[in-house]
């Protein structure tokens, strides 16, 4: 039997044993920032569609676990009838830490994102200093029961849309209002940055619009880093624009079953450049509502064309389920799989 080969042919010279000896550490520190830490939940609640881990303290885990079950109910009541909906399925598995910090020592290398959803669990942290903090979780519920139950394969910006469109929305103790604006939720907080003109072109040029075929391509439009805040305004408005406007609110469900890329847009709802000026109307419309300058808005449903500036008096208008105290929300949009 011949001898093996020696792994190396020639003797490894000084510099080259540094060089190995730095990436190793280099890709040692690389698995030490990203593995997950150990946790390990204090509390284990059960409903009827989820099952949640727990170190938040009973009273915050029944609170959540309550907006997570009106969630469901409020996107089943809506999507219910899509082609590959699941009724039965096991219960949906989540992952609630006491704060952000212990979220962010269990999950290192997050980035930006505030909660994010890994099948099989959904992973967010009880805001506790926010007015409402249950909405980073209800973004990431959403992407999990677009997986695990409707079974849906989306365009990146519905998929962010629709998180959007249910997370946004408000919550009273019996419901959760989808497509009821909440004020105090990403990316509503945000709102003035987007169409900061009532000209169109105008806000292209001013960057405050990215144009609708950006937008749904995902190509050609400005840097995702730098512009986070201002996709997730284009993601959640269109969504909601679609979702409520009467002329196609009935065409939404099909949209979502084609996955709502842009041939699959432009077949459902229309060509992409005039949908964009009616999608504008409706944002300045929208911002307006929020303003309290419009308050026919959201109850009569009605979508100006051309947009004109109300005339009614500025009122401020509360639109939160709960009263306004408590630290201002993050800034950090959501993220499921960072």
Known sequence: MAPGKPFFRRKLQPREIRWLACLA???GLAVWRFTPRSWHPTLIVETAHHKIYSTATPQQTQDTAHALELLYIAYSNRLGSVNG????H??????????RDEMRRVNPGLGWAEAFYREPFCRAYFSEGEINPYHWMLHESVHQLNNEVAHLKLAKWLEEGLAEYFSTSRITATELAAGRI??????VWWIDNLATSSNLAENINNRSVIPLRAILTGNGGPGMNQNFNLYYLHWWTLTHFIFES????????????????LDAFEEIIGPVEPVQIEWHDYVRRMKAALAGKDREFFKAQKIPRPFEPSTEPEQAKTISWLPPTGAMPATNPPGHDP
């Open 25 to 27: 550490v280099v890709l």
């Open 85 to 88: 909906w699941q009724r039965e």
């Open 90 to 99: 096991p219960r949906l598995q989540v992952r609630l830490y006491k704060d």
């Open 182 to 187: 909440d004020l105090n939720t990403y990316p």
């Open 246 to 261: 009467p002329k196609y609110h009935d065409r939404a469900l099909l949209l979502l079953q084609k996955g709502g890329g």
